[in-house]
């Protein structure tokens, strides 16, 4: 441990030390550039500024208010209102995006064709087109592109994947997702490309199995309004795997809560819940021997249940330390741009449904 | 208030006396026989026995030994393991039946053409074909045919009702139903026909509306079984109202909770809470008036909630009330055939769109 | 397994056959009188005539109205308003007592001197010279006294003393518990003498140790009573457990909650759970090292959680059981006079120090 | 509404501008220095920083290290490990106290007599002999001294009182508190006077009436300790009202709840539920003309069960609106000096009940 002096903010703290980074970089932290400081944005400067080791050196927004009021709290970061003024900065190494979902692509290959490092939010991109493009531009620059899966990186969802990896819960038979609420009605994206990447995010990182199809219903009613602000996803795989979704900006009561059964043992996760986000049921099946065509084929079986104490240390924490991991060490996120594609897939084949009426498409 | 002696079950009882009814009687209490005395048919017989204008003269049931048993809490009751051995009583004036749906049809046909009242399990038959034949034998009779959609006779079920009849909710926008449990496999019906019709029903009964297509998503985990255990249902209204069903016998945890959405309130009933089974939310959408494109549509309004104290009357004993009113007064019941057709008609849907991977029917 | 019929209340069945008894039995089964047929006592008649041990063939109440009703379903059992008529049987070989409290003890002095095996409702009696003499009585009668603490034949307290048994909380260092709902105000007992039995016994049958001095405080709030509707209790051990009660019949909701806190693990008891009563928390002290004053004495643990599954056979059936075994085999019940003493020395002690503002009384 | 520039943090914000104060200020905004900043006082820090009428000038801890942190978010605040540098500023207005509650006299007083203003963190002192000397102080000084009981300043306590005041609750039959959970232990108080202070203050500020009695039970469970880590409050009042307070720092689960019984409604109070903080109960008695001694005396009577929704703005910005409110309008607190001292009175009264093992001792 040692006392340094960061080039960029040019504060002194006690921190671990400069790993060396697979890029050059023009000082001892990793200076980070958040776009986009509304709703979440400020969340992503409050991590790269805490974290040892980096800063956040370039604040983007398009409102200069928004701006203004952020310098107070983080008077050494620069100010701009345009994306440019902070990519021609030498100095910095990565671009946290936090802006709204149509802007993705265009920020994101600004950023990476400048040679930046991208850290973007999700959805990824609105087309699985753009998606490609994104993962190709980092490829060829040798950037990190993580996309934002914030989930992933919460202790409760570490725990699921690593319950279904040691195969706690044997073969998984469905995942079955809730997430309604009272939400903010958004202009520019309807409930499923709100709410939704978060679950198949979770699903897409803690399932082995991807799935093959997907129908979607919804409905719209806000007067004057063409955004699903219900919905409801079905998704199946090659095997008898069946996933579902449900969404809802219009609910009177917050439902967090994902169910995932399998062949040995079921699992309830309510992120609401303040200690038992997770409650794993040693509960299921048992079948019987009997041949008689009058009796029940199978009978259930009632078993204890446990409640595994869950890491509680905050996601996006772990997720920008993993995020500078990947920059310094060159190893590929956890949640790349084809996790991110993957969910995009999900969602544009969600959008094609819901606009044909429920009508199954493939993945 | 009288005493009196029953002519068929021969005890004395203080009950209200005798009012004529619309056919004729051979006895101051109607007698009902019950036929399927297995896991529902006690309820029907405590229910009808307890009731001061009828008594149960009949069990019929394949089983001798179930009939053995029940024998020793009804020592009045005739036994019979074959229905018409009942039928032939000119006495019997109605008969209730509690069987795998794949006999109702036969059974109840039979109680009909023999001149008896009927009260039918639900769901009502295995086609609509078979319940318009069912609906046109009771109209020809002159006798009453109601559907035992139980939970309609609750005191919660009423409550909704009322309040949706009431325009408390305004318009409803959506129906979503759970209803989910670490259930029996049964060998002759899948979870749809299993448990959906208690939401169906109860959607059937509260909604202004009727649904006009289908679509359903299902799963089989059962090695050598061809059942659904688990099954989405999402239904269209020619408005732009939405339900949805969410039935499953694999769940590790039961709930039994249904939303409804509305444009005045909110609504969600959990039929598995002791004293908070309905709570009304005064929550919902407020209007923005600006036109700038890139605010909100829309944002919420959050005012109190408010728990009702619902009648807790067993359903099964307003619903033996009501048939017998319904036979003695002429009356049609709340849940007739053509209730009980309609959930049929949606069941039937169903299957086919579970077996046509999800297609869109027509209802 | 043989099919017998029993001489005394004449029912064919298919049981487990006679197993001789310590006394002599006229049958073979225990031929059981119930005295106190309002609400408890159909539990105690249900039980023993389900037993096929046992049968019910006397039902005793001052209200012959309750015996009328009774008779519907218990055809067979004599009925009669005065105890004495039952006693006279000599086939009678056991009475369970359901009655006020105040009749306990001459009921069941009654019962034990005229050589019947007594199943005697909690609190035993209202003093423990009354308990003291009837336990010499069932002494000397060479006869079974059980106390009916029927809690502590539920899966739930027998599981709670498993582990206690087992040292898995550690050493006890805390007994909280709550019973509290919107009861029927009684007019021969207050709010101790009412709900506090159950939670006693509960206590007194898991914990290793004694009580030795109490403390109770309590108020009434109806109008023209002087009976307590609320009451706490505190009860100190001779190291430092320390037990505590509160009992209220003006609560607006339900709440049946014990805690029990150890030095290895804690628990929670929540009796109106469906699923989980007993939730196993792996958490605790740590205790640190250092010898700074200024520095905290000790920090907390927080570990996993754990559910057990529980038995839920019916808490009055093991009971039963139990008794006919004791009967038969001789051996002593679990809830034996001396518990049944041990509790109601308790309540003595309460009601003097809720009449003495709250001194402290040695038990 | 004008833009201005603070004379003391240099800070330019838009605000409400200048209300004349009743003291001589040296600048627009209130200047006040935070004594002690470990766990509460960066909450007092952050809430005079952000508040338009205030600054945060002097950050005072005993600690270099924890100033050097709070310097990075707070750079324009002078930092000081003696209180006496901040009260020689003629500039500095009020004085917000955190520190441990040993201290809080000695440094209270000093900032009085150095004619600031005070804001105390409860409790407000050791023994009422000291609550006296800071209220003279205070009163001689023409000063506002307001103690830091923070929850009456939640929208739920408010709620609370609103009711009682209005009569919704009818006669005041009980309040009781439970607020347990697994908690770090303190070397210099128990825990009565670190958690209890919260529900005494609630009591204090809800009720018309005050106590007259105490007594309380404890027991300590940590070798080595002296301080009671678990403890039971019973308090009464000159009429029926029962007060109870049940405190534990070593519970599995957390739980912060408090009953009120009134003669019309009841309530339950629950922090930690995220949506139904408060419960009304339209609950209770119903009195029986019936003078029959064999009949209970009452039965309960069960209507509808009401949620208002209760202001979620933090309780900690009310207070210190409220604070400058006082100084700049020369009213009195609301949790003012002499309500301090009822708390503290209590606290004292309880310590020797439970070091005379639960004698009751006169308020």
Redesign the interface.
């Given at each position: 441990m040692v006392s340094y002096r960061c080039a960029d903010c040019g504060?002194s703290r006690i921190g671990d030390g400069s790993r060396p980074t697979k890029r050059q970089m023009t000082s001892n932290r990793l200076s980070v550039a958040v776009v986009g400081c509304g709703y979440w944005g400020p969340n992503l400067i409050r991590n790269f500024a805490d974290n040892p080791r980096s800063c956040v050196t370039w604040l983007v927004d398009r409102d200069p208010a928004r701006l203004h009021r952020l310098a107070?709290?983080y008077?050494a970061a620069r100010r701009a209102t345009e994306l440019d003024d902070a990519l021609q900065d030498p100095g910095l190494g990565a671009v946290a995006i936090a802006t709204p979902v149509s802007t993705h692509f265009a920020l994101a290959a600004r950023c990476l064709r400048a040679g930046k490092h991208v850290l973007l939010e999700k959805p990824m991109a609105r087309t699985v087109v753009e998606c490609d493009e994104l993962i190709r531009l980092a490829r060829e620059g040798n950037l990190t592109l993580l996309v934002d899966h914030t989930f992933i990186y919460t202790g409760a969802v570490r725990k699921i994947k690593e319950l279904i990896a040691a195969q706690e819960l044997g073969d998984i038979?469905?995942f079955?997702s809730?997430r309604?609420n009272?939400?903010?009605?958004?202009?520019d994206v309807n409930v499923v490309w709100d709410l939704a990447p978060h679950d198949l995010s979770i699903m897409d990182n803690v399932l082995p199995q991807r799935p093959h199809?997907l129908?979607a219903?919804?409905?719209?009613?806000?007067?004057?309004?063409r955004m699903e602000n219900?919905a409801?996803l079905?998704l199946?795989f090659a095997d008898?795997?069946?996933a579902?979704f449900?969404v809802?900006w219009?609910?009177?009561?917050?439902i967090r809560r994902i169910?995932i059964?399998g062949?040995k043992r079921?699992?309830?996760y309510d992120d609401?819940s303040?200690?038992?986000k997770i409650?794993i049921?040693?509960?299921?099946?048992k079948?019987k021997n009997e041949a008689d065509?009058?009796?029940?084929?199978?009978?259930?079986r009632?078993?204890?249940?446990?409640?595994?104490?869950v890491d509680s240390t905050e996601a996006l924490k772990r997720e920008a330390d993993h995020f500078l991991d990947c920059i310094q060490l060159g190893v590929s996120p956890e949640s790349d741009g084809a996790a991110g594609r993957r969910v995009v897939r999900i969602l544009e084949a969600a959008q094609e449904s819901l606009e044909r009426?429920?009508?199954?498409v493939d993945l």
């Open positions: 504060s107070e709290r008077p038979y469905y079955d809730v309604v009272l939400g903010l009605f958004q202009h199809q129908a219903h919804g409905a719209c009613h806000v007067a004057g309004s219900i409801y079905a199946k008898d795997t069946l579902h449900h809802n219009l609910a009177p009561a917050k169910i059964g062949s079921m699992l309830v609401l303040p200690d038992e409650k049921y040693d509960r299921g099946l079948m065509p009058r009796q029940f084929l199978a009978e259930y009632i078993g204890d249940l446990y409640v595994p104490n009426n429920g009508v199954l």
